[in-house]
T-cell receptor, first 113, second 113 residues
Framework: KNQVEQSPQSLIILEGKNCTLQ??????????LRWYKQDTGRGPVSLTI?????NTKSNGRYTATLDADTKQSSLHITASQLSDSASYIC????????????FGKGTKLSVKP | EAGVTQSPTHLIKTRGQQATLRCSPI?????VYWYQQALGLGLQFLLW???????NRGNFPPRFSGRQFPNYSSELNVNALELEDSALYLC????????????FGDGTRLSIL
């Protein structure tokens, strides 16, 4: 069964600190892996998309890594800001023409001053 | 450039009624996706439309249906509403290519009384 598991479920950090969110997936065939940020009451916003051949991808203070062998990804946030408080969702696209997206349940990050 | 817009923002219905949710994609995007985000759960894929055709549907009963119009806007219809249909319904659009991100609207909050 295609699944995406994220950890931790929630995380509280102090402003200015770094943090790393984890994503493990069992999706086959694999097409790409995406990280989204979802602010409370808003729709998700794309942060990165990585294909099988990409190991790392950055978007400002967000850096995503992908290990296709172990089927793991991480999202590292550097020098956190209050505005980083949100849910971060890992999404894996299934290969093939139908291209279903399998969503994790997200990690809820709270950045405190 | 306007983003994905959804209407209404909130919708309150009673059991057994029918609900219609609307979505306008980003200009130039031909693919529209519908997702259900119930409280505490990850996004669940509902429907994918591209060029006016239904390309794929998720594991939802037939009372969830929709359509895409010639201008690429879309409607989601939910018949015979049940209490468990209460959720945030998100629409996303994309250029339809494999490694393109989906751009989400801010959703319609459907509450069933």
């Amino acid at each position: 069964k295609n699944q995406v598991e994220q950890s931790p479920q929630s995380l509280i950090i102090l402003e200015g600190k770094n943090c790393t969110l984890q994503c493990n997936y069992t999706v086959s065939p694999f097409s790409n892996l995406r990280w989204y940020k979802q602010d409370t009451g808003r729709g998700p916003v794309s942060l990165t998309i990585m294909t099988f051949s990409e190991n790392t991808k950055s978007n400002g203070r967000y850096t995503a890594t992908l290990d296709a062998d172990t089927k793991q990804s991480s999202l590292h946030i550097t020098a956190s800001q209050l505005s980083d408080s949100a849910s971060y969702i890992c999404v894996v696209r299934v290969g093939g023409s139908q291209g279903n997206l399998i969503f994790g349940k997200g990690t809820k990050l709270s950045v405190k001053p | 450039e306007a983003g994905v817009t959804q209407s209404p923002t909130h919708l309150i219905k009673t059991r057994g009624q029918q609900a219609t949710l609307r979505c306008s994609p980003i200009s130039g995007h031909t693919s529209v996706y519908w997702y259900q985000q119930a409280l505490g759960l990850g996004l669940q894929f509902l429907l994918w439309y591209d060029e006016g055709e239904e390309r794929n549907r998720g594991n939802f009963p037939p009372r969830f249906s929709g359509r895409q119009f010639p201008n690429y806007s879309s409607e989601l219809n939910v018949n015979a509403l049940e209490l468990e249909d209460s959720a945030l319904y998100l629409c996303a659009s994309s250029l339809g290519m494999v490694n393109q991100p989906q751009h989400f609207g801010d959703g319609t909050r459907l509450s069933i009384l």
